[in-house]
């Protein structure tokens, strides 16, 4: 199965599933807007290979969402969200958590895979033979889309309505003195978007070393 091939059935299956849930499709992701909230299926690639689908979140008040003339643009890079998170984490997060608010995972891609905090990270180097397996297996690739698609549907749509730029400002400040530009920046954008709508920040109840060796 070529890449083109993987991308359209997973168009298909889009379509089919999530265009009725308000979805709109953007190059090869698709994106739900409530504003200030905005949701991407994401597909995360690199140099060329396939690394599994993704939701991200941005919010349509930070200059990396919206154009010059004010609509809707969806960041191309992980990076230029607040929050990302795998689905298959997503899925292990809501088992262990009620709330978003609450989640151990890193979900900041900035300081989960760049920055010297992503030693944190739980990473699976088989990963990048799943995948390879996947792409390149159609009946393999065709059931991994439509799961990937249902945990949208139902954690990625329970994620949604709970979520709020106070978990994106979460998300951006769980390490305390990273210095990072695009990290400044969001913080900056979030801090500026809480305090003019008179919104409280939420201190985490538990500690990070806490959070490390429980999650």
Excluded: C
Excluded at 17 to 43: C, D, R, T, W
Aim: proline share 4%.
């Amino acid at each position: 199965m070529t890449a083109a091939e993987f991308n359209d059935l997973t168009t298909n299956y889009a379509t089919e599933l999530l265009y009725p849930l308000g979805f709109k499709q953007a190059g090869i992701h698709f994106y739900i807007h409530n504003s200030p909230n905005l949701m991407v299926f994401y597909k995360k690639t690199f140099r060329g290979l396939f690394e599994g689908f993704y939701l991200a979140f941005t919010h349509d008040f930070l200059p990396d969402a919206t154009d010059q003339k004010g609509k809707i643009k969806i960041p191309a890079y992980l990076e230029n969200y607040p929050f990302s998170i795998p689905l298959t984490a997503l899925k292990e997060q809501y088992t262990k958590h009620m709330t978003a608010t609450d989640f151990t995972f890193d979900s900041n891609f900035i300081t989960r895979e760049v920055l010297a905090t992503n030693q944190f990270t739980k990473k699976n180097p088989m990963d990048i033979f799943t995948f390879d397996n996947i792409q390149h297996n159609s009946q393999n690739a065709e059931n991994y889309i439509k799961s990937s698609i249902d945990t949208v549907i139902t954690d990625g749509m329970k994620l949604l309505r709970e979520y709020s730029p106070v978990i994106s400002y979460m998300a951006v400040t769980r390490h305390k003195g990273v210095d990072n530009t695009t990290l400044n920046k969001h913080k900056t954008g979030l801090e500026k978007y809480l305090a003019d709508n008179k919104i409280e920040i939420p201190e985490r109840n538990k500690s990070w070393i806490h959070k490390f060796f429980n999650r």
